[in-house]
Nanobody, 126 residues
Framework: QVQLVESGGGSVLSGDSLRLSCTAS??????IGWFRQAPGKAREFVGA????????YYADSVKGRFIISRDNTKNTAYLQMNSLKVDDTALYYC?????????????????????WGQGTQVTVSS
């Protein structure tokens, strides 16, 4: 089955930018979602980008700062994170949506995603 590998995490200062990558082991046709989990908190939705880009969804907490894109020729999705805040500190995961459902709530629900990467750490300090 397809495997996902995230990269690009690191430690930055508040206000800096980072770009995370999510590379699939083979061509994928589904929606790629990004989630994050901070210590002691539940995993939360960050954003999602459909195969042909007809649907993009973002959490309110990152809207206007984060941008998801994908290069299907490289089997890679990206999460461009700008104006980072301390509250953005978390382990970031990308995931492939494997369950049916095209309502917006389906894209935001982690249970819709059946294949996950191992995560990449993002630490933002003030």
């Amino acid at each position: 089955q397809v495997q996902l590998v995230e990269s690009g995490g690191g430690s930055v200062l508040s206000g800096d930018s980072l770009r995370l990558s999510c590379t699939a082991s083979e061509r994928t046709f589904g929606t790629i979602g990004w989630f994050r989990q901070a210590p002691g908190k539940a995993r939360e939705f960050v954003g999602a980008f459909t195969w042909i880009g007809t649907g993009q969804y973002y959490a309110d907490s990152v809207k206007g700062r984060f941008i998801i894109s994908r290069d299907n020729t490289k089997n890679t999705a990206y999460l461009q994170m700008n104006s980072l805040k301390v509250d953005d500190t978390a382990l970031y995961y990308c995931a492939l949506k494997t369950k049916d459902g095209t309502a917006e709530r389906d894209y935001r629900d982690a249970r819709s995603y059946g294949i996950w990467g191992q995560g990449t750490q993002v630490t933002v300090s003030s």
